[in-house]
T-cell receptor, first 111, second 113 residues
Framework: DAKTTQPNSMESNEEEPVHLPCNHSTISGTDYIHWYRQLPSQGPEYVIHGLTSNVNNRMASLAIAEDRKSSTLILHRATLRDAAVYYCILRGLSGYSTLTFGKGTMLLVSP | EAEVAQSPRYKITEKSQAVAFWCDPISGHATLYWYRQILGQGPELLVQFQDESVVDDSQLPKDRFSAERLKGVDSTLKIQPAELGDSAMYLC???????????FGSGTRLTVV
């Protein structure tokens, strides 16, 4: 599986936008970019995913570079409840492809 | 909103004892996954089921770990005998099919003493 690189941690203030970067220079043409987050003492939860075009949903936006070698998860207005570990994961299209988690980025949100 | 149920939420066991975890996926989800998460690290896949069949158990320590999903619905993960290094969070997830997003349960926190 192609690997991703994320910063270990980031800090933000409440109600400010947050841009979480992810590098994936060895991404293949059929790899989808998935983002999950894990709140303290809970299992990971799906945030968003995309292939080539930018994506928006109620939780976040995903901006994908034109060469697909990097992406950015955007939280438009961080809240204290957004403090979590955010995982950027590449997932292929093969029949039984699974999610392979790295260490992710720990997002700290200050009031 | 449908959830993946796991029990127990916490488990303390002595080393060399047997321990079992249970998972009930979202109804209709054919694919079920067990992950292990050591503190400070991301989850790592132990086993993947498609219905009642194991499709990937390459990372499962088969000398002491076993997993089953007999009727293709709920699943049990067993460790026998438990070792100190097995202390971790054990997470179950399910998806409608292999290409879909995962829904995780809240996990079972295992402490081996």
């Amino acid at each position: 599986d192609a690997k991703t690189t994320q910063p270990n941690s980031m800090e933000s203030n409440e109600e400010e936008p947050v841009h979480l970067p992810c590098n994936h220079s060895t991404i293949s043409g059929t790899d989808y970019i998935h983002w999950y987050r894990q709140l303290p003492s809970q299992g990971p939860e799906y945030v968003i995913h995309g292939l080539t075009s930018n994506v928006n949903n109620r939780m976040a936006s995903l901006a994908i570079a034109e060469d697909r070698k990097s992406s950015t998860l955007i939280l438009h207005r961080a809240t204290l409840r957004d403090a979590a570990v955010y995982y950027c994961i590449l997932r292929g299209l093969s029949g039984y492809s699974t999610l392979t988690f790295g260490k992710g980025t720990m997002l700290l949100v200050s009031p | 909103e449908a959830e993946v149920a796991q029990s127990p939420r916490y488990k303390i066991t002595e080393k060399s004892q047997a321990v079992a975890f249970w998972c009930d996926p979202i109804s209709g989800h054919a694919t079920l996954y067990w992950y292990r998460q050591i503190l400070g690290q991301g989850p790592e896949l132990l086993v993947q089921f498609q219905d009642e069949s194991v499709v990937d158990d390459s990372q499962l320590p088969k000398d002491r770990f076993s997993a089953e999903r007999l009727k293709g619905v709920d699943s049990t993960l067993k460790i026998q005998p438990a070792e100190l290094g097995d202390s971790a969070m054990y997470l179950c997830a399910s998806s409608l099919s292999t290409g879909d997003g995962y829904t995780f349960g809240s996990g079972t926190r295992l402490t081996v003493v």
